[in-house]
C-alpha cells in the first residue's frame, strides 16, 4: 500500500496504480476504499477494461450489486473474451437469486476459456440452488478435473451429494477437501451434518468442535453441534450449541426452531413457547 501510495503521490494520473491499490485494499477488505480508487482508475483511463473489472468486484464487495453489474457489463464491452469478468458478473446475478443468468454467464465464461475451472464449480452451485443435483455433481466433477486440489469443488460435491441422501459418498468427497485444505472449517461443519444423518453422533460432535476450534465465527457449525447433542438427548448442551449460533446470526430460523423444541422437549415450556413466536 505504501509504495503505491508513493507512486500516486509522484505522480497523480498514474492509473494502474490506483487499480492494483484498489485491488489490494479490496483483498484486505477494505472495498469501500478501494471503490474510491478503483472509479478514479476509470476516469483516468476509460477504456482499461481491468479497472472496470476490479471496480465490479469491489462494489461487490459492498453489495452495490446492480452498480457491480454494469461495471462487468462495461469490462465485457472494452474486453469482450473478458472470461473473468463474465464469472464475476455470474456471481452477482447469483447472489441476486438470477440462477439462470448467472449460469449463462459461467457458461460464457467457459466457452471462452474451457479450462476455468472455478466457473465449473460457480455453475455446479447455481444448479445445487436450483436442486438440479446429477447436473451440479457432474459440474463439480468438471471443476475437480480441471484442478484436482480444489478443496471448495469437493466439499460442494459433497453438499450436492448429501442433497440426494448419498451420505457415504458426501462424506467422503468432505474428507477429500480437508485432506486437501486441513483448515477448512466449513467442509468439517458439513461432514458433522452428514454424520448426524448417518446416525454418528459422536463423531460428527468431533468434526463441529473441529469446525469451531477453525473458524469460531460460522454459526452453521454450533447449529450441527447441537442437533448432535439434541439427537443424543443432551438438551441443555443442544439449546447451549444453538444460542451460539443465534449470537452469530439472530436470523438462523433453524437454530430459533430447534433451540424452542429442546427447550419445550426439556420442560422448560414457557422459555419455548417464547423462543417459537420470535
Known amino acids: 500500500i505504501t509504495a503505491f501510495k ?8 498514474n492509473a494502474e496504480a490506483y487499480i492494483n491499490m484498489g485491488l489490494l485494499l479490496h483483498k484486505q477488505g477494505k472495498s469501500d476504499k478501494a471503490v474510491e480508487l478503483l472509479k478514479k482508475a476509470v476516469l483516468l483511463q476509460p477504456d482499461n477494461a481491468i479497472a472496470y473489472n476490479n471496480l465490479g ?6 453489495t452495490k450489486l446492480d452498480e457491480a453489474i454494469e ?34 454467464a459461467y457458461k460464457k465464461s467457459i466457452s ?84 448426524i444423518d448417518l446416525g454418528d453422533l459422536n463423531q460428527a460432535i468431533q468434526m463441529c468442535n473441529k469446525a469451531i476450534i ?29 444460542k451460539k449460533a443465534l449470537f452469530l446470526n439472530p436470523n438462523f430460523v433453524g437454530a430459533h426452531f430447534n433451540t424452542s423444541l429442546s427447550l419445550l422437549q426439556s420442560g422448560r415450556i414457557k422459555e419455548g413457547l417464547e423462543e417459537y413466536e420470535w
Do not use: C, R, T, W
Open 214 to 242: 477453525l473458524k469460531p465465527d460460522y454459526p452453521d457449525s454450533y447449529y450441527n453441534l447441537g442437533n448432535a447433542f439434541k439427537d443424543q438427548g443432551m438438551l441443555d448442551q443442544a439449546i447451549e450449541a444453538y
Open 6 to 13: 508513493k507512486v500516486i503521490f509522484l505522480n497523480p494520473n
Open 71 to 104: 461495471a462487468y457489463k462495461k469490462a465485457i464491452s472494452l474486453k469482450p473474451d473478458y472470461a473473468f469478468a463474465y464469472n464475476n458478473m455470474g456471481n452477482v446475478l447469483k447472489d441476486q437469486g438470477m440462477l439462470d443468468d448467472a449460469i449463462d
Open 112 to 195: 471462452l476459456k474451457p479450462d476455468y475451472a472455478e466457473a465449473y464449480n460457480n455453475i455446479g452451485f447455481a444448479l445445487n440452488h436450483k436442486e438440479i443435483f446429477d447436473k451440479s455433481i457432474s459440474s463439480y466433477k468438471k471443476a475437480i478435473a480441471l484442478k484436482p486440489d480444489y478443496a471448495e469443488a469437493y466439499n460442494n460435491m459433497g453438499n450436492a451429494l448429501n442433497h440426494q441422501d448419498k451420505l457415504e459418498e458426501a462424506i467422503n468427497a468432505y474428507k477429500i477437501a480437508i485432506s486437501i485444505n486441513p483448515k477448512y472449517a466449513v467442509a468439517y461443519s458439513n461432514m458433522g451434518a452428514a454424520l
Open 57 to 62: 468486484l469491489s462494489l461487490q464487495g459492498i
